[in-house]
């Protein structure tokens, strides 16, 4: 028994919870602003402003000890809380982020698009169903990220199961007790395999420089003082973050659309719609629905809740987005729904520095789907395999 209060021990890891997480959202929710789970070694949080303030104030709530810590490495700077060493490093890819230097791309991600839907199409006219997750919306982003870093078209399977195995690890990480799961161990190995791809990357960059991120980042001052093992785990961040999470947003964009079809009828009618549509997606069906922090310089107090230093602070982006103090009817899906900068994309110092670019690809991979294949329907069992980046996959659709 614990002295923490309130508290609910819901198994945050079983195939309903990865299914449908919003009930058990609703519990946590109506038990309190954090509520204490045993199972799951934290705090849960469920409101949009507590989990807002939270993020914004990474001084008190540190991604040191944290779970990414363990994944991206102290010093990438997904996990970094010492501002001025962030932003820094930040900067040196922030231009190539804006949305002028996205809107340059629009020509590559269509053309990567054009690649992955003609034999997708072809099947599904011949009457085919296709697991649209695995044959469309998984390499697009990947391969945009990689051209990005300069890195050959002949890598690109390479890149995709490295990211796919980081991916599964997020999915299953070691348990509260430190017990390791076997897609852990996995993720460990893609990991130490992309990292030595990278620092062999960034070899030949340092003699012979393009205009690729990576020659960037190699070059740059804040890397003047960082060792290769350093500027190598900023890259693969950087690799990792920019496909896992976008190939799942446009996974959910496809099924939503297919459960509203009147949504479906006037985004097929009026493009225009699109991108406020996509975002409605992200705050109706997040990819990253948890995110974690740790406690640090005394106890915190969330709406009332006293909780100890070092103790972990697990947010649910997705309850977050359904919290009806901000947003009227939050379980219904409306693509007019004004967008409020909903919680998928992060808040605060650590928020996603691909967040444009993930914008163009998701419109203009899923208009180019619906002007191809607008008849599509979900044609089976969709799976949802986990929280912390949850997608749909398998996710078979057909004509
Ligand atoms: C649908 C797609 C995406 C989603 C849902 C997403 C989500 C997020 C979230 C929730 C965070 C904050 C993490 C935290 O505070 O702990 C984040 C940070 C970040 N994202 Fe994304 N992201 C997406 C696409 C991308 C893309 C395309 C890139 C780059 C190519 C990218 C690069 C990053 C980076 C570098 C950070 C760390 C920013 C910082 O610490 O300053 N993301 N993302």
Known sequence: MTDRQPQLDIDLYTREIFRDPYPQLERIRAAGPAVWNAKAGGWMLTGDAHIRKTLSNFEKFTLDGAPPQRLFGPEAFIVIDDKPRHDALRNVWAPAFLRGSVEKLRPLIGRIVDDMLAPVEERLRAGETVDAAKDFCRDIPAYVIASMLGLSDSARPDIVRWSDAMGAAVISPPSADGRMTPAWIAGEDAKRELGEFLI???????????????????????????????????????????????????????????????????????????????????????????????????????????????????????????????????????????????LGFGFGLHSCLGITLARVEAVIAISKWLDRVPGYRVAGEVGYDGLGLRGPSPLPVAL
Request: glycine content about 8%; overall charge neutral.
């Open 200 to 342: 062999e990357q960034m070899a030949f960059r340092r003699k012979q420089p393009g205009d690729d991120l990576i020659s960037l980042m190699v070059h740059s001052e804040p890397a003047k003082s960082m060792s290769d093992d350093a500027i190598m785990k900023n890259c693969r961040q950087l690799l990792f973050a920019g496909n896992e999470t976008t190939a799942k947003w446009l996974g959910h964009i496809l099924v939503v659309l297919d459960r509203h079809p009147d949504a479906r009828r006037a985004l097929i009618e009026d493009r225009a719609l699109l991108q406020d549509a996509n975002e409605e997606v992200m705050r109706f069906e997040p990819v990253v629905h948890r995110g974690h922090r740790v406690v640090r310089g005394g106890a915190a107090d969330i709406g009332g809740v006293t909780i100890p230093e070092g103790d972990l602070v697990i947010m649910f982006m997705g309850a977050g987005n359904r919290d009806p103090a901000r947003y009227a009817e939050p379980a219904r899906f409306d693509i007019r729904r004004p967008p409020a900068g909903n």
